[in-house]
């Protein structure tokens, strides 16, 4: 069993930052892969960036690349989301999810098993 907390959503201008947090609990954190999705109002869930147990691999959407940074600290049990140069478009909820049977980062919603209950980002224009 994981309990997975978000944390450091906001309101935020356009071209602004904002870190997103992760904290975990429960089964050895560093054993699984971890992810970061993000679902806008009337839309599906979508990828935005993974990490792999160990932190040495991560993938990203198209969409965030060159903005978006995935990281992990297995000591604190925690993932974070720096996100630079935010758009409008990144407004959502936004989640971190929990992988634990896949070795590399994966970017589909049904490969995670735990989720946890989402933080607001919204981008003002």
């Known amino acids: 069993q994981v309990q997975l907390v978000e944390s450091g959503g906001g309101l935020v201008q356009a071209g602004g930052s904002l870190r997103l947090s992760c904290a975990a609990s429960?089964?050895?954190?560093?054993?699984?892969?971890m992810g970061w999705f993000r679902q806008a109002p009337g839309l599906e869930r979508e990828f935005v960036a993974a990490i792999s147990g160990s932190g040495g691999s991560r993938s990203y959407a198209d969409s965030v690349k060159g903005r978006f940074t995935i990281s992990r600290d297995n000591a604190k049990k925690s993932v974070y989301l720096q996100m630079n140069s935010l758009k409008p478009e990144d407004t959502a909820v936004y989640y971190c999810?929990?992988?634990?049977?896949?070795?590399?980062?994966?970017?589909?919603?049904?490969?995670?098993?735990?989720w946890g209950q989402g933080t607001q980002v919204t981008v003002s224009s």
């Open positions: 429960g089964r050895t954190f560093s054993s699984y892969a």
């Open positions: 999810a929990a992988d634990f049977w896949g070795g590399s980062p994966r970017s589909r919603v049904v490969a995670y098993n735990y």
